[in-house]
């Protein structure tokens, strides 16, 4: 089968135009704040868009249509060349002057990690801090439609459990309905980004926070416009519930929303990965808050309970950190590292969560470790009963052997790159801690990690290696592993 090389050329040039023009608006941004960083911006954008359209003149004509190996092709490198775009504004300002650390912090927007090398964010031009919440903005709008119509194509990672919910298509071919399912779930995304940016001005933070923050929490990425994150609203902590409640939203499955907007609640209600979520988060907030009460000393000093008392503080700070964490958003209201031993290690733990599948959220995501628990259940009813045949079922479904093997190749490979991304970092020069936790963060698409990366750090003290490592980590975990990797392989280029 011949490779279509044209639809794929045509596609990035569509996407440089696409990220060209996100740049121009930041270029705007920085006009109106009068900064330094206005014809830095504008030239990024130039030059973005000018290859973009030669691109796109170049494969005019080309065949429409769209197999799988393009689609990995697509999906793999076109966020290599949005990253490789998108940290022209950095460089041409002089921001990030290292082309390392400019492709760290692009890359990590992109995938909506949050994990930053910046020391103080403070300083830098308005147009710089916007494009760089914009990153994770355009990251979490393709995660979107990459989880809801193209995944399910390329049969990765069990996403098939939830292509039927969707309003797309089943064939190998880019159907029309594809661009209408993109179209509702784009038009939601920038519903609930629009709506939380006025309820958090409306909270206390300027506009120009309240936007980038709102770019930030709906893809569950994490870049703040302040050093401390969120902890520099703490002692406004309506600003911080609103944000819990987005965060939540974005973690979840976006065809749920569509579905609460269409007015089918009762989907939502049977849905068993929503149900779960909303347990974990729950039960798991309930178990943080009551540590943070009863055992961390920095109860009463970072948590400012003067202003709604203790119990309150605890229970805000415990649930802020559970949802941006499982959700994988980042962002931070306190160092969670330094509570106690037994929450350090319990973080630890749900950054291999995850939050919904079709959502913005990184990590392994709750439905697959619901099938794998399920399957694990059900393998001592098969010891006990050999000859019988008993399936897992999923939204009271049967699920597939196929998507179950797909599902727990997921999981050991993810568990397998964890291992493997620790080795490398420590190999690099860092302690366990901090390899352990860098690996966890970067492949599950969490931000902030331990150690030395702790949330009142940053990922500046990583060697050169090691950022680079970290970015092919984040690209791993965003893109559903197999994505990747199978274009890394020999056979992957191979005439059929």
Known sequence: MRLNTRIIIHIMGLLLLCNGSFMLLAAFTSAIYKDSATLDISLAAIVTMLFGIMAMFYTRGHKKEVKRKEGYIVVT???????????LPYLFSGSIPSITDAFFETISGYTTTGASILDDIEVLPEGILLWRSLTHWIGGMGIIVLAIAILPLLGIGGMQLFAAEAPGPGGDKLHPRITDTAKRLWLIYFGYTVLETLLLKLAGMTFFDAINHSLATMSTGGFSTKNASLAYWNNQPIIQYITILFMFLAGSNFVLSYFAFTGRVQRIL????????????????VLAALGVYFKADVAVSEFHPMVWGKAESAFRHALFQVVAVITTTGFVSADFTAWTPFLTIFFFGLMFLGGSAGSTAGGIKVMRHLIIIKNGILEFKRTLHPNAIIPVRYNEKTVTEHIVYNVIAFFVLYMLLFIIGSLVLGFLGLDFISAVGGAASSLGNVGPAFGELNPVSNYNSLPPAGKWWCGFLMLLGRLELFTVLIVLTPYFWKKT
């Open 77 to 87: 490198f076109g966020w290599i060349v949005m990253s490789i775009s998108g940290m």
């Open 270 to 285: 049977k849905d068993e990965e929503f149900k779960y979520y909303l347990g974990f988060v729950v039960i798991f907030s």
